[in-house]
């Protein structure tokens, strides 16, 4: 007995797998591009779905589909939007450019669900084009998870920073330019710090995603929109908005969101732009938890599994490698996607896969890896007091509140004297005669030296 039955299209037949409700175009798609093992992601044949559910719904309207074809399209793209039938969405990232032969696994898909003697292309492609609808999917799948999944993380982190900045507000330590000792801030300070480097990353986020929220729907194959109803482009993006309660609207130059990707470049302009403060934010608080005898050891990090599988007793900073191996893995998609978007030639991108995919899998690994993070590491980190304040007052830059005292040069020599000497600042000051000791202690005082001096 077979286990496979003839589909055919436009190619002739071919044998697809019994039980598979895809047909022909992803069955030679399976054939031809077997390459790798990165298959389109899920988000994307959902997006894909939920398109083809607008554009039922809104053929329907304008009388190009049947009525009851129409809802029946409309009920199954709606199933496989909802994931119900994922494992029939099987092929590469690594196919046509434009994304055609996985627009056609959902046709197929979707048509085979519906029945109603549904065509893949005929009725469930109705006035659509790989070359609009895909794009438009890529740009819903980004928006989606971007609000669902990367903004939720990066606020969840940014909330847990600022509830670190306001738990250390008081606590005083020696501030570091260079690697070198500099003047004093509040841990809480720098914590503050890093929320706001988060928060401008966010702002940046929002941004870019207007442009995102501009779909290429209603094109068809270059632009122009042949074949397809004046209206519906706008009325499947404006079905999608209402669907997700996103901005969502028609391109203004369909032209444009066919043959470039610029939103997208932006948009992931903006997660490099987070992964750069992610590292700067992760490789501080990693020096500062250093140790915990040989290093700088003002934080303590939580203490989650072993470090090592030979020295007994040692803990690693884990969860900030996991993040910082994210960051560079994100920084090394910017770089891919920014080459595909340079490669559309005349009224089409043909790098599309490839940009989706990674920037899908920025937003997936940034937004697990900022949850990890938080849950794993900020939300535990306390504070060695009796080493931060050792820090603070073995520092030599305390000398620079005598500056305005007693001048620049003085100063450095007091410093210097120090650090040769290896005696305190108050004990150097006092033997060079530059200030008494009533002087040293009134003027030295880190709690006056955490910003501008009065007048």
């Not at 436009?10 to 390459?35: D, H, K, N, Y």
């Not at 940009?355 to 306390?382: E, K, N, P, Q, Y």
């Amino acid at each position: 007995m077979s286990n496979t039955r003839t589909e055919t299209d436009s190619f002739g037949p071919i044998e697809v797998p019994e039980t598979a409700l895809w047909g022909a175009q992803t069955a030679r798609s399976l054939r031809f591009f077997a390459i790798g093992e990165q298959r389109m992601p899920l988000p994307v044949m959902h997006a894909l779905a939920w398109i083809k559910w607008a554009a039922a719904l809104v053929n329907g309207e304008l009388n190009l589909l049947d009525a009851n074809k129409a809802q029946a399209i409309a009920k199954a793209a709606q199933r496989v939007a909802s994931g119900e039938f994922d494992a029939e969405f099987v092929l590469s990232v690594w196919q046509t450019g434009s994304g055609t032969q996985s627009n056609m696994n959902v046709n197929e898909v979707v048509a085979k669900l519906a029945g109603h003697n549904s065509h893949p292309n005929d009725d469930v492609n109705l006035g659509q084009s790989s070359n609009d609808v895909f794009p438009s999917a890529m740009h819903l799948a980004v928006a989606l998870q971007t609000r669902s999944d990367l903004l939720t993380a990066l606020e969840t982190l940014r909330c847990a920073l600022v509830a670190k900045a306001v738990a250390f507000d008081d606590i005083i330590k020696i501030g570091r330019t260079h690697l070198q000792d500099a003047t004093p801030v509040t841990l809480g300070q720098e914590f503050g710090a890093y929320a706001a480097q988060l928060a401008l990353c966010a702002s940046s986020i929002e941004h870019a995603l207007l442009a995102v929220h501009r779909l290429a729907i209603g094109g068809t194959a270059v632009g122009t929109g042949l074949n397809t109803h004046p209206e519906f482009g706008n009325r499947v993006a404006a079905r999608l908005a209402q669907q997700f309660k996103l901005p969502l609207a028609q391109a203004d130059n369909l032209f444009a969101a066919l043959a470039g990707h610029e939103a997208l470049v932006a948009l992931h302009a903006s997660l490099k732009m987070l992964a750069i403060a992610l590292t700067k934010i992760a490789n501080d608080i990693r020096l500062m938890g250093s140790g915990p005898r040989a290093g700088l050891g003002e934080l303590q990090l939580p203490q989650n599994e072993p470090g090592s599988s030979i020295m007994p007793g040692k803990v690693n900073p884990t969860q900030i490698e996991a993040l910082t191996m994210v960051c560079a893995q994100v920084m090394g998609h910017d770089a891919a996607i920014g080459f595909a978007a340079s490669q559309g030639q005349f009224e089409l991108n043909v790098y599309k896969p490839l940009i989706i995919f990674d920037t899908l899998d920025s937003l997936r690994l940034l937004s697990d890896a900022m949850l990890s993070f938080t849950r794993h590491c900020v939300t535990g980190i306390t504070v060695d007091g009796a080493r931060v304040q050792a820090l603070l007052q073995s520092s030599l830059m305390l000398v620079t509140a005598l500056a305005p005292h007693i001048g620049y040069d003085r100063a450095a020599q007091i410093a210097k004297h120090a650090h040769t000497q290896g005696c305190t600042l108050r004990a150097a000051a006092l033997t060079l005669g530059a200030v008494s000791a009533e002087q040293f202690d009134a003027w030295v005082d880190v709690k006056h030296m955490l910003g501008p001096r009065p007048s």
